[in-house]
């Protein structure tokens, strides 16, 4: 059975995606809208839970939004714990040159 896993998802999204002038666009740099959480990570998160068939029972995570001048976190690192006892880590940046 799965043990532990790990995930890494680094990109630099240029700064157009961003574009707070563009009401189509605003909502990615808006808290409780965007960030690379809501937008990309979840997909993942939701990904594990199908291929694995367990959910996620615990999570700890930290998240730093200093790469822009945005509401939301461009950057941080996850550990999930799955309701069978796997543990894994998932880092995060949409800042990143990859």
């Not at 950057?75 to 069978?84: E, F, P």
């Amino acid at each position: 059975p799965l043990r532990g896993f790990t995930a890494e998802f680094a990109l630099l999204k240029p700064e157009g995606y961003f574009e707070k002038d563009d009401p189509r666009l605003a909502w990615r740099g808006q808290k409780g809208k965007g960030g690379p959480v809501l937008i990309n990570m979840i997909h993942d998160v939701d990904l594990l839970r199908y291929i694995t068939g367990h959910e996620v029972s615990s999570i700890f995570a930290a998240t730093t939004a200093t790469a822009r001048d945005n509401e939301v976190e461009d950057t941080g690192a996850v550990t999930l714990i799955l309701d069978h006892g796997a543990v894994g880590t998932l880092f995060f940046s949409d800042a990143t040159p990859s």
